[in-house]
């Protein structure tokens, strides 16, 4: 691995949606990193299988983190060392999965799966699983391609459901139970995810020690990332960039800030280049 100042940490669902083109710029952008030996770690909601699409697409060489937070999963051979045990784990701190060694943060499914039935059972509030559905329903409770859709579902550690026709109070109910168990939440839409243990700060936290260790240095931690996915992000990170779409690129008013935080436009057409010389400045 050569020498960098910096591990990007970038949140890219907004910059390369399920459906329609890549945000314009990013293939150049992802080009000139790997140019200048900046690795960029990609952060999304999506499964393993299921971004595997984009990272072809875009040439992504690099580990990324999936499912909100519940997993590392490192290219073959990515770092030629093997990860610290972590006792906290169990004896198996790692785990192979398709072509990656993965570092579980979450717990691997069945487990979420299992939690989300009983606890529908116990509160009497009715939930159905993507897993659960025909091929037909699930095209049609996604919007997606039959190929998309069934990869959407294909997941390593959290599940995907959505609420069968109840209150607003009935979910709340739901979810201030699930969370009393260790269920973690996440709303996409109309869907809902849920794992046991997810952690963004935790998968972060768990690169950077590989990081450091293949470089034998610490590399600053810089997180990017659009503004509904900052907070997310940033609060693990040691500098940050806001993609704004703010005009201006300056976050809205309930944006919070970081003394360490820059904004840019993400409709300007230079933010792939001011973001490349945010991302050389120390400060």
């Not at 770690?41 to 072809?56: E, G, P």
Request: with cysteine.
């Amino acid at each position: 691995m050569r020498q960098t100042s910096s591990v990007l940490y970038i949140a890219v669902d907004e910059l390369i949606p399920l459906r329609g083109p890549s945000h314009h710029g990013l293939d150049e952008f992802t080009a000139a990193l790997d140019h200048e030996a900046i690795p960029a770690v990609w952060l999304t909601t999506r499964s393993r299988l299921q971004f595997d699409d984009a990272r072809r697409k875009h040439g992504h060489t690099h580990p990324f983190i999936a499912e909100d937070g519940c997993a590392v999963y490192l290219p073959e051979d990515y770092f030629h060392l093997r990860p610290t045990s972590d006792a906290t784990r169990g004896p198996k701190a790692t785990m192979r999965l398709g072509r990656f060694t993965c570092l579980p943060v979450a717990e691997a499914l069945p487990a979420a799966a299992e939690a989300l039935q009983t606890l529908s059972h116990d509160t009497a509030v009715p939930i159905v699983t993507l897993r659960s559905l025909s091929p037909r329903e699930l095209v049609q409770n996604t919007g997606l391609p039959q190929r998309e859709a069934e990869l959407a579902r294909q997941r390593d550690f959290d599940e995907i459901f959505f609420f069968a026709g109840v209150s607003d109070a009935e979910v709340e109910t739901f979810l201030n139970e699930g969370r009393k168990r260790h269920l973690q939440f996440r709303k996409h839409g109309v869907l809902w995810s849920t794992a046991i243990g997810p952690s963004v700060q935790r998968c972060i936290r768990e690169l950077a020690k590989l990081y450091d260790r293949a470089l034998r240095y610490h590399a600053h931690i810089v997180g990017v990332t659009t503004t509904d996915l900052a907070p997310e992000l940033f609060p693990f990170c040691e500098r940050t960039i806001l993609l704004s779409e703010h005009p201006s690129g300056e976050p809205s008013q309930d944006q919070p800030g970081s003394p360490h935080m820059r904004c840019l436009p993400l409709r300007s057409p230079d933010v792939w280049e001011r973001l490349l010389t945010s991302i050389a400045k120390k400060n």
